[in-house]
């Protein structure tokens, strides 16, 4: 086992480590920067049958919901097409209204998960085309799909899931650029994109170089008894994912917000012992961010926040701040998950716990 961890104290950490290479392998034999090239082979031949979609709906659990939910953003923002998602427990038995003119995508790590196994056979059996997003070669999700698509984010073993969602947000980059060819995007606009992905594995190297800092971020917050993670536009899902991974391996309880949507509830829980960790890059949401961020603080919250390298008005504002790479709105949760990841790894290891194996989890929920 030691082996297999290549010299890291736990899978996990192993795993979040790896993620540089895993976003470059998803795009391995699927783009060439040269000409702005990009070919999903698993989809090829029902890639028409999905631009013409009326709607898309995508079904996951846990992670992969997560991963689901950028899906959505990211389909919507360039190819323009309706996506709708939904946790796949909740399709399974709400009777859902979809037909032969939708597509449904499940998305899965394991292609195992019961739920989601459920949903995609229920969106068959309605006379949707169903697609897959899965990691495991040959699992039942990926058998039972009409066409699909692998995340080669090699075997992941931490219960808790880091490089399979980053791997599963870069296939769902490319997917929403494949859907906007010919349609919503110019072959020059598809070829930047792909261009700031293939830029990605160097800034989270990077971003993974700060490491000791993060750690001692962790040193400092972790006997807090909640969290409070906010995010607004792409940042909102991975808000909800910072906050998972917490509360998976640590047993903090943490929420993951809508940044605005916190004066509806959240706000009303914030005081000196509530750490907030606010996702603050500079995209279109960035103003709005910092008024979130003096709300917090006017009600001697302490935050946390994750900001583009150069920015200045953040620090003035926050206890802390981690300095990521730049990067525009849509690419930026393939950055702003990882010091996420390495938090709540560093804080659960500095808490005693077992975070590879965090207590009543499975890896795979293969029964209801
Ligand atoms: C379990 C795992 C999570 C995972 C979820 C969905 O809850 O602990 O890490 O995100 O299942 O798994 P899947 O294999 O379908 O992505």
Not at 345 to 351: D, F, P
Request: net charge negative; aromatic share 6%; hydrophobic share 45%.
């Amino acid at each position: 086992e030691k082996i297999e961890k290549g010299g890291f104290e736990h899978f996990m950490l192993k795993e979040i480590f790896e993620q540089p290479e895993v976003v470059h392998d998803v795009m391995r034999g699927r783009v060439r920067l040269d000409e702005g090239w990009l070919r999903l082979g698993g989809i090829a031949d029902y890639l028409d049958r999905l631009k013409q979609a009326k709607r898309i709906v995508i079904c996951a659990c846990g992670t992969s919901w997560h991963a689901a939910l950028l899906g959505e953003y990211l389909i919507e923002e360039f190819a323009r097409i309706p996506v709708e998602v939904d946790y796949a427990s909740e399709f399974r038995y709400r009777n859902p209204l979809v037909g032969v003119e939708d597509v449904v995508i499940v998305i899965s790590q394991s292609g195992e998960t019961a739920d989601t196994l459920a949903a995609l056979r229920t969106a068959k059996e309605k006379g949707a085309m169903v697609m897959g997003i899965c990691n495991v070669v040959g699992s039942t999700i990926a058998r039972e799909t009409v066409c699909g698509m692998y995340t080669h984010a090699g075997p992941e073993i931490g219960v808790a899931s880091t490089k399979a969602f980053t791997a599963q947000v870069a296939m769902l980059y490319m997917l929403a650029l494949s859907l906007s060819k010919g349609r919503t995007m110019s072959d020059s606009e598809i070829t930047l994109h792909l261009r700031e992905l293939s830029e990605i594995p160097e800034k989270v190297a990077r971003i993974l170089e700060l490491d000791s800092q993060i750690k001692l971020i962790a040193e400092r917050f972790k006997d807090a008894k909640n969290f409070l993670y906010l995010g607004r536009g792409f940042n909102f899902p991975v808000a909800l994912e910072g906050a998972l991974k917490l509360k998976e391996i640590s047993y903090i309880h943490a929420e993951g917000y809508p940044a605005a949507e916190m004066k509806h509830g959240p706000i009303a829980l914030i005081d000196e012992d509530m750490p907030v960790i606010i996702l603050a890059t500079r995209d279109n949401t960035y103003a709005k961010i910092l008024s979130n961020i003096e709300e917090v603080r006017s009600r001697k919250g302490r935050v946390i926040a994750i900001a583009s390298e150069g920015d200045t008005e953040v620090s003035r504002l926050t206890e802390e701040v981690i300095y990521i790479p730049q990067a525009s709105g849509p690419i930026t949760p393939l950055l702003t998950v990882v010091p996420l990841q390495l938090l709540a790894y560093h804080i659960a290891t500095l808490r005693g716990c077992n975070v590879d194996r965090p207590r009543n989890l499975a890896k795979s929920v293969t029964v209801e």
